[in-house]
């Protein structure tokens, strides 16, 4: 069983702060891609960064000169620092990650509960 475990949303001021953290836990052989994902009320969920296992990142352009994708593969942990956050950015963020399973060639996603992040006018 692999679990991803999101902290880090909360309220914010319009032009406020928040860093988002993922964790994985469990049976993971290689934890490859992760990524960020992003759902407004009432919206489909939208891929807000990516990241993959060497480092290499990109960005929905909405957030490009904002928002900051990073990881830490001691620790299997993937990190969304958002920086001038609008009220747009409201909604609930999911951490996505591929994983394979130990000693296989097997790769899936597995997704996280998702964090609520509120950004007041």
């Known amino acids: 069983q692999v679990q991803l475990v999101e902290s880090g949303g909360g309220l914010v001021q319009s032009g406020g702060s928040l860093r988002l953290s993922c964790t994985a836990s469990g049976s993971i052989g290689i934890l490859n891609d992760m990524g960020w994902f992003h759902q407004a009320p009432g919206l489909q969920r939208e891929l807000v960064a990516h990241i993959t296992s060497g480092g290499g990142t990109r960005y929905n352009a909405s957030v490009a000169d904002r928002f900051i994708i990073s990881r830490d593969n001691a620790k299997k942990s993937a990190y969304l620092q958002m920086n001038n956050l609008k009220p747009e950015d409201t909604g609930v963020y999911y951490c996505?990650?591929?994983?394979?399973?130990?000693?296989?060639?097997?790769?899936?996603?597995?997704w996280g509960q998702g964090t609520q992040v509120t950004v007041a006018v």
């Open positions: 996505l990650a591929n994983i394979r399973s130990p000693g296989t060639f097997e790769s899936r996603n597995y």
